[in-house]
C-alpha cells in the first residue's frame, strides 16, 4: 500500500485516509470530514467569486480630481482606494467637525482628509460638500 492517496488534487496520508474512513463517534457518527468543517463552504465561494468581480471592476476604475473653488479639491484616488479631500492650509474648527462626523480622518502621510473609496464614501462626501456651503446642483 502507498504512503498517500491522490484523488483529484488533494494529497492525503495513509494515515489521514483512515481517520477520514472512521465514524467519529465510535461505531456512530458521520464518516469523513465533520458537518461543521463543511458548514457554508458554497456560501464562502460565492462570497469569494463576487470579492473577486468587484476587484477586478475597481481595477478598471481611473482616478478622478474635482475642484471646488476656495473650499477644497477632492480626489477619488483609485490607487489608494480613498476619497481625499484637499484644503489649502489647516482647515477652520467647524470644517474639521464636518469632515469627521462624515467619517473622514485626518492622515499626515497623505496630507488630507480620507476614507476608504466606497459608495457610501461618495455619498458622505457629498453631504461634506454641502455643509461646506458647495453648490453641487451642476456636478
Known amino acids: 500500500m502507498s504512503d498517500h492517496i491522490e484523488t483529484n488534487s488533494y494529497h492525503f496520508s495513509a494515515q489521514m485516509a483512515r481517520e477520514l ?29 463576487k470579492r473577486i468581480a468587484q476587484l477586478e471592476k475597481a481595477r478598471t476604475r481611473e ?23 484637499f484644503f489649502d492650509g489647516k482647515p477652520d474648527a467647524e470644517t474639521r467637525a464636518v469632515m469627521k462626523s462624515n467619517g473622514f480622518r485626518w492622515a499626515p502621510s497623505q496630507g488630507a ?13 457629498r ?11 451642476g456636478k
Do not use: M
Request: with cysteine; net charge positive.
Open 21 to 49: 474512513l472512521k465514524p467519529q463517534w465510535g461505531n456512530a457518527g458521520p464518516i469523513g470530514f465533520a458537518p461543521y468543517q463543511l458548514t457554508n463552504n458554497n456560501a464562502e465561494i460565492n462570497r469569494l467569486k
Open 63 to 85: 482616478t478622478k480630481e474635482y475642484d471646488f473653488q476656495g473650499v477644497c479639491r477632492v480626489i477619488e484616488n483609485v490607487e489608494e482606494n480613498r476619497l481625499q479631500f
Open 113 to 125: 482628509w480620507q476614507r476608504q473609496l466606497t459608495g457610501n464614501a461618495r455619498h458622505a462626501g
Open 127 to 137: 453631504s461634506a460638500l454641502r455643509a461646506l456651503g458647495v453648490d453641487l446642483s
